[in-house]
C-alpha cells in the first residue's frame, strides 16, 4: 500500500472520490495498466522494428498512409483508391491494407514519403505518446493519472497498429475543450480531424448547442482548404476515384463484415445476423438519437461534463470502433469524473471492467481466441451501458463544477 501511495499522488480517499469516481475504477485501471505493460513487454520487437523500406514494414496501417504518400507524390494520387494498383507496392503481409480517407488526407501525407519508414514510425511513436498523455491533462488531470491513462486504453493495440486514431480523438478533445476560448485552434483541429469523421459525428451538434459559431466556422474554412488544396495538388479525378470507391465490391465485403477487434454498433448488429439494409437504418437511427441527446444536454450541467456526454455517446454512434479507439471511451469516462465524484460501486465497476476489455481482448487472443467475436459483442453492450448509468448519476446526485483548464462557454462568450 505504501509503494502504492508514492506511485500514485492521487491515492489518498478523498482525492480518488473526488477524481476518478473511487477507489474500485482506479484498481481496475491500475491492474489494466499492469496488464497491458506487460503485454507490451511481450510484443516489444514488434513495437520496435523500424524497417528501412515499406516493403518490410510489418502489417501496421502506417504502412498504407506511406504507400498512398508515394503515390500522391508520384503523380498518382486517384490510383490510391484502386485496390490492386495501391497494394502493387506493399509487401504480401500487407496485401490486405486499403485506404479508405478522403482526399484532403492527402496533403497531410504528403511528407511521410520524403524521409524513409524507419523515421516515420519513430516519429509517429513519439507522437503517439504525446497524444496519450494529452488527453489527461486536457481534462486536468495530472502526470500521475495521465500515465495511467496512458498505459490502460489499448495501448498494444494503438502501439501495434499505428492507426490515426489517437491523434484525431485527441483533436477533437482539445478542440471541444477549447470551441470557445480558442476557436481558430479548435476549428482548425476539427478540420485536421475530418480526415478520419467516424469519431466526431456529433461534434457539430454540440458546437451548436453552445453557440460555438467561430470554432464551427473556422473548422468548415480549414476543411475546405484542405479539400481545396488536394485538388489543386492532385486534380479531380482523386475525388471522383475516392467517390466510386464505395461502390466496388471490396468495400462492400469491408462493409459488411464484423471484425472480431471491431466493438461497433454496425459490427454488433452484423454478429446478430442482421440484415444490411436494416444494419444501415438502425445505425442510422443511433446517430440521430445520439444527437438528440447531445442538443438537449442541459445548459446548466458543468461544461466538462457535457464534453464527457459527448464522448461517451461518440463510441456507440461511431461506424467503426476498434481497441486502438478506446480513449475516445476513456476521455469521455475522464471528463464525467471530473465533476460526478464518488460514483455508486456498481457504476464504478462498470465503467472499470469496460474500460479494460482492450486488455481482455489481449489475453483471450492467447488464451481462447474462439471467443473474440462473442467478446466484442458484449463489449458494445458494455460501451452502451456506461453513458446510461452516468446520466442516471447525474440525474439523482448534483454534478459539481471544477476548475479545469478551460473557459466555460458561457463565460467565454460574455468576454468575447
Known amino acids: 500500500m505504501s509503494s502504492a ?27 489494466s495498466a499492469l496488464g497491458t505493460l506487460q503485454a507490451l513487454w511481450t510484443v516489444r520487437s514488434a513495437v520496435f522494428d523500424f524497417p528501412r523500406t515499406l516493403k518490410d514494414a510489418r502489417v501496421e496501417d502506417l504502412s498504407a498512409f506511406h504507400r498512398a504518400s508515394e503515390m500522391s507524390n508520384a ?26 480517407n478522403p482526399p484532403h488526407a492527402l496533403p497531410l501525407f504528403h511528407v511521410f514519403s520524403w524521409m524513409d519508414f524507419a523515421t516515420l514510425k519513430i516519429i509517429v511513436l513519439g507522437m503517439t505518446l504525446i497524444a496519450l498523455f ?18 490502460s486504453v489499448g495501448t498494444v493495440q494503438i502501439l501495434l497498429r499505428l492507426n ?17 476560448q480558442r476557436p481558430i485552434l479548435a476549428g482548425l ?7 478520419k469523421p467516424q469519431y466526431g459525428l456529433l461534434v457539430p451538434f454540440f458546437l451548436v448547442s453552445i453557440g460555438a459559431w467561430r470554432c464551427i466556422g473556422w473548422a468548415t474554412l480549414g476543411t475546405l482548404v484542405l479539400t481545396g ?25 469491408y462493409a459488411l463484415t464484423a471484425l472480431e477487434w ?10 446478430m445476423h442482421v440484415d444490411m439494409g436494416l444494419r444501415a437504418a438502425l445505425v442510422f437511427a443511433a446517430i440521430i438519437l445520439g444527437v438528440i441527446c447531445t442538443l438537449r444536454l442541459p445548459s446548466r450541467l458543468p461544461y466538462e461534463l457535457r464534453i464527457g456526454f459527448v464522448l461517451l455517446l461518440s463510441t456507440i454512434v461511431a461506424p467503426s470502433f476498434l481497441y486502438y479507439s478506446w480513449p475516445l471511451f476513456a476521455a469521455g469516462v475522464l471528463f464525467v469524473a471530473r465533476s460526478m ?12 471492467i469496460t474500460w479494460m476489455q482492450p486488455f481482455v481482448y489481449v489475453l483471450l487472443l492467447s488464451i481462447w481466441p474462439s471467443t473474440l467475436g462473442t467478446h466484442a459483442t458484449l463489449v458494445f453492450l458494455l460501451v452502451a451501458a456506461v453513458p446510461a448509468g452516468l446520466f442516471l448519476l447525474v440525474r439523482y446526485r448534483q454534478p459539481r463544477h471544477t476548475q479545469l483548464p478551460l473557459a466555460a462557454p458561457e463565460a467565454a462568450h460574455s468576454r468575447a
Open 262 to 271: 471491431d466493438t461497433s454498433l454496425r459490427s454488433f448488429l452484423g454478429r
Open 75 to 100: 503523380g498518382s494520387a486517384a490510383d490510391v483508391y484502386d485496390p490492386e494498383l495501391f497494394r502493387d507496392g506493399l509487401s504480401e503481409r500487407l496485401s490486405d491494407l486499403i485506404f479508405l
Open 189 to 195: 483541429s476539427l478540420a485536421v480531424a475530418t480526415i
Open 164 to 180: 490515426l486514431s489517437i491523434f484525431i480523438i485527441t483533436l477533437i478533445v482539445f478542440a471541444l475543450v477549447h470551441a470557445k
Open 5 to 31: 501511495r508514492s506511485l500514485l499522488p492521487f491515492w489518498h480517499s478523498k482525492t480518488v472520490k473526488n477524481t476518478l469516481g473511487g477507489p474500485a475504477l482506479l484498481w481496475l485501471l491500475i491492474i
Open 229 to 253: 488544396l488536394s485538388l489543386a495538388l492532385y486534380g479531380p479525378d482523386v475525388l471522383l476515384s475516392y467517390m466510386s470507391s464505395f461502390t466496388t465490391p471490396l468495400y462492400q465485403a
Open 134 to 151: 494529452a488527453i489527461p491533462r486536457l481534462a486536468g488531470f495530472n502526470l500521475a493519472v495521465s500515465a495511467l491513462f496512458a498505459a
Open 341 to 352: 465524484p464518488d460514483w455508486p460501486m456498481e457504476l464504478q465497476f462498470l465503467a472499470g
